[in-house]
């Protein structure tokens, strides 16, 4: 089970930090990810980690502005968001356990989703 938490109203340029505890086992040995959907449009790939921690992958979109950690430890993973634009709005979504970390539909477990919304 995963709850994300830390979605809120930013100005653009501003920064936001989300984080998605997992119950369990599940960031530790698992790939975590980031997925976001706006109104009307499709859930897209934001950033995933590895298991380790080793690797992370990046949409284009987010490159330099996102990063995306894990803490094993306390079994949660982040999403820090600087220099939001108000196209990053949306409801953003975690989720674990993958083999292939940019596809949706690979993922087993998803979070409930954190609302960000960036005004102009």
């Known amino acids: 089970q995963l709850q994300a938490s830390g979605g809120g109203l930013v100005q653009a340029g501003g920064s936001l930090r989300l984080s998605c505890a997992g119950s369990?086992?599940?960031?530790?040995?698992?790939?975590g990810a980031w997925f976001r959907q706006a109104p009307g449009k499709e859930r897209e790939f934001v950033a995933a980690v590895t298991w380790s921690g080793g690797s992370t992958f990046y949409a284009d979109s987010v490159k330099g502005r996102f990063t995306i950690s894990k803490n094993n430890a306390k079994n949660t993973v982040y999403l820090q968001m600087n220099n939001l634009k108000p196209e990053d709005t949306a409801m953003y979504y975690c989720a674990a356990r993958s083999t292939k970390p940019t596809i949706a539909s690979e993922y087993n477990y998803w979070g409930q989703g954190t609302l960000v919304t960036v005004s102009s």
């Open positions: 369990g086992r599940t960031f530790g040995s698992y790939n």
